[in-house]
C-alpha cells in the first residue's frame, strides 16, 4: 500500500515538473510576454526528460519493482541536479 501511494505521489510530482517546465517553453514562443530572466530553450527540454525519468521511477515504485527509498534517492537526485542547472542558467 506504502508503494502505490508514493508511486503515486512520485508521478504526480514529475508531471507538475514537466508540465512546469513544458508550459514555460511554449510560452517563450508568444512575443508579447516579457520575462524578467529566461531561462535556456536546452534546460528546460533537459528538466522536461527529468519529468519523464521520474514519472517512469514512479511508476517502478507504484508496480512494486523498485524500492520506495530508491525510487525517491534517484528522483531526488535527478530533480536537484535540474533545479541547480537552471539556478546557475539564471544566474551566470
Do not use: P
Not at 19 to 25: E, T
Not at 61 to 82: E, P, S, Y
Amino acid at each position: 500500500m506504502r508503494e502505490r501511494i508514493a508511486g503515486i505521489a512520485e508521478v504526480a510530482i514529475s508531471l507538475l515538473w514537466f508540465y512546469r517546465n513544458w508550459r514555460i517553453m511554449q510560452d517563450y514562443q508568444i512575443e508579447g510576454i516579457l520575462y524578467a530572466f529566461m531561462i535556456s530553450h536546452w534546460v528546460l527540454v533537459m528538466e522536461c526528460l527529468v519529468g519523464v525519468i521520474g514519472v517512469v521511477l514512479g511508476i517502478l515504485v507504484f508496480t512494486k519493482k523498485m524500492r520506495i527509498k530508491i525510487g525517491f534517492l534517484a528522483f531526488a537526485l535527478f530533480w536537484a541536479v535540474g533545479f541547480i542547472i537552471e539556478f546557475l542558467d539564471i544566474t551566470f
